[in-house]
């Protein structure tokens, strides 16, 4: 069973840059398609970015982020990252790390972000 466990989250004045990591563990991580979700109070999980295992590298990012926000991975530390820059309201949610393979679709605990002057 593979675990992600995600950290970074906080308090972040609007403007202001944030970076989440997420380690991943039990798993043979340059194999995965590496996500980060956000849900924000009363609101349905959604898509931030996404980069494609090791071998494809094919990053996409939602049009909310695209040009603020940063996904890489490190295959050797088994670590996904999302830097997020000029930080907005907006973005205040729980964001997630999420981990796909086939079948196989593991989940972070969530760490939360919130942007507030």
């Known amino acids: 069973q593979a675990q992600l466990v995600e950290s970074g989250g906080g308090l972040v004045q609007p403007g202001g840059s944030l970076r989440l990591s997420c380690s991943a563990s039990?798993?043979?991580?340059?194999?995965?398609?590496m996500s980060w979700y956000r849900q924000a109070p009363g609101k349905e999980r959604e898509l931030v970015a996404s980069?494609?295992?090791?071998?494809?590298?094919?990053?996409e990012y939602s049009d909310s982020v695209k040009g603020r926000f940063t996904i890489s991975r490190d295959n050797a530390k088994d670590m996904v990252y999302l830097e997020m820059n000029k930080l907005r309201p907006e973005d205040t949610a729980v964001y997630y790390c999420?981990?796909?393979?086939?079948?196989?679709?593991?989940w972070g605990q969530g760490t939360p972000v919130t942007v507030s002057s």
């Open positions: 039990d798993v043979t991580f340059s194999l995965y398609h």
């Open positions: 999420n981990a796909k393979f086939g079948a196989l679709d593991y």
């Open positions: 980069i494609t295992d090791a071998f494809g590298d094919k990053i």
